[in-house]
């Protein structure tokens, strides 16, 4: 299983920019609070925003599962491209999963080397990276060959709604009737605009199950589907996924994970200023997991008000960084800058079969003390290194170890923090599940692009960025 080692965010390692140990220990305020937050989420376990937490297990967990691979089942063999249409909560984590769980080169790979289709998350409306994309997929099998997997439960967002007209209107001019076969959707399940168009044209659909935000929706059919489609065990992310939540329900401190995690950061980021939350994967694999957690830390504690209404300007900024590479590149800012960060090291204990053993038999004194050491011992002895540098500038930091990288233990890092962030919405006193901030710019957008209704957002944007303009 996943372990957490947070003995460098006490102040037994560093100093005065730890936490007591007394206050985590059992009888502590820290680790009674955090009792009474466990109990607090165990009474919403599965209800309103919280239906995430039914994911890995149970009913929804079995149609889900049962629905992807029914739609798999047809797609199989047919596809040698897919495509994914979404952006945010609908394109973060299918990014991340394939990065973790597939070679970093399968999409070079010839189609008898992959386990299924080369992917490609289109999350952006940048017109050059979209059309790259679409001009290989035509040059490399055809349109014929492509799968479209658009993602959105409404079907109004406006970067994936651009994305799927323009893909729509290609396929209907290659394929005709048929391109139907070359679309699936996961939408919800009964309203809205995706759903009215897709049983209007007959397309594939999965469920966006009600209560599940976008940010919490990776275990769903929202990542589940494309996870499947290139091979990845879905049953054992969610077995992962599963394990991690019931430990995640222990009322001790000292055995909750995702309680530990989350009070080490609200405190650390509350009481000793440090508002900036580092992720540092010690592996490429794990690097784009650390952009999921950007988004699920940023927009789910980034809130203005509290619950009561009250003005507090609540969050942390989430950072992400590659060990070693960024060792070479941001470390001296954490070590030297301001003492304002908490680091994340994500270590992995065995690589496997990938390892590589350097050789023996260059000549050369000053770097014989690699000769017969593994890629693989470097690379955590650098993590060591800089964990010990860290601790050496009194800098809190902890490290989640994976004993491999493979799909149970990707879901269970995942279900870690979301259940972390669902403790840390507590800590804060907001709602960890909406995102206001996010609407105006929405709003703005369509009020810029002339949709009706929204008129005065247009007129306002024109007038705030052209008052006092200054341009060189």
């Known amino acids: 299983m996943l372990t957490l080692d947070y003995a460098n965010c006490l102040s037994e390692r560093v100093g005065p920019h730890g936490l007591d140990p007394a206050r985590l220990s059992e009888g502590g305020e820290l680790a009674e609070a955090a009792a009474r937050m466990t109990e607090s989420l165990e009474a919403t376990s599965g209800t309103g925003w919280e239906r995430w937490r ?15 691979h029914k739609v798999v089942e047809r797609c199989r063999g047919r596809f040698e491209n897919m495509v994914v249409l979404g952006i945010g909560g609908s394109a973060l984590g299918n990014i991340a999963l394939q990065s973790a769980l597939n070679p970093a080169t399968h999409n070079l790979l010839p189609s008898d080397q992959r386990n299924g289709p080369r992917v490609f998350v289109v999350d952006n409306v940048d017109p050059a990276y979209f059309s790259s994309v679409f001009a290989f997929c035509k040059s490399n099998g055809g349109l ?21 007209m323009i893909v729509r209107d290609a396929l209907q001019k290659a394929l005709g009737d048929k391109h139907r076969e070359h679309v699936v959707a996961v939408t919800d399940p009964e309203k809205g605009t995706m759903r009215q168009i897709c049983d209007e044209a007959g397309y594939a659909t999965l469920p966006v199950p009600d209560g599940v935000g976008g ?12 996870a499947a489609m290139a091979g990845i065990d879905i ?47 010690y592996a490429n694999s794990l690097y784009l997991l650390a952009d999921w957690f950007r988004q699920l830390w940023a927009e789910s504690l ?47 204990e065995d690589f496997g079969e990938a390892d590589v053993t350097i050789p023996k038999g260059l000549g050369v004194e000053a770097i014989g003390y690699l000769e017969g050491r ?25 490290t989640l170890s994976f004993p491999k990288v493979d799909a149970h233990h990707v879901g269970a890092f995942i279900q870690l923090w979301q ?9 804060l006193d907001i709602d960890a599940y909406d995102q206001p901030a996010v609407e105006l710019g929405k709003q ?15 007129k306002k944007v024109r007038e705030t960025l052209t008052k006092h303009a200054h341009v060189i």
Request: aromatic fraction near 6%; hydrophobic fraction near 40%; proline fraction near 5%.
């Open 419 to 427: 259940v972390t962030t669902a403790y840390a919405g507590l800590m």
């Open 235 to 281: 049953e054992a992310l969610l077995d992962g996924a599963a394990e991690m939540d019931e430990r995640c329900r222990k009322p001790k401190l000292s055995e909750n994970p995702a309680a530990t995690l989350a009070t080490l950061l609200v405190e650390l980021g509350q009481r000793k200023g440090k508002t900036n939350h580092v992720l540092m994967p």
């Open 302 to 348: 980034g809130k203005q008000h509290d619950r009561s209404g009250e003005t507090v300007y609540a969050g942390f900024t989430p950072i992400k960084a590659l060990g070693t590479t960024d060792q070479h590149s941001q470390v001296q800012l954490y070590r030297e800058g301001p003492n304002d960060k908490v680091i994340g090291l994500l270590a992995v």
């Open 54 to 68: 039914l994911l890995p297990k149970g009913p929804m967990r079995d149609e889900h599962v049962r629905d992807v």
């Open 374 to 398: 593994s890629m693989a011992g470097l690379l955590n002895a650098e993590r060591r290194a800089t964990e010990y540098a860290l601790v050496e500038s009194q800098r809190p930091n902890f």
């Open 215 to 226: 940010r919490f929706s990776v275990l769903s059919p929202v990542g589940l589907f494309s």
């Open 144 to 164: 014929e060959k492509t799968l479209f997997n658009v993602i959105s439960k409404s079907g109004e967002t406006a970067e994936t709604a651009a994305q799927f």
């Open 444 to 458: 703005a957008t369509f009020g810029l692009m002339g949709r009706a209704g929204y008129e005065a957002h247009e």
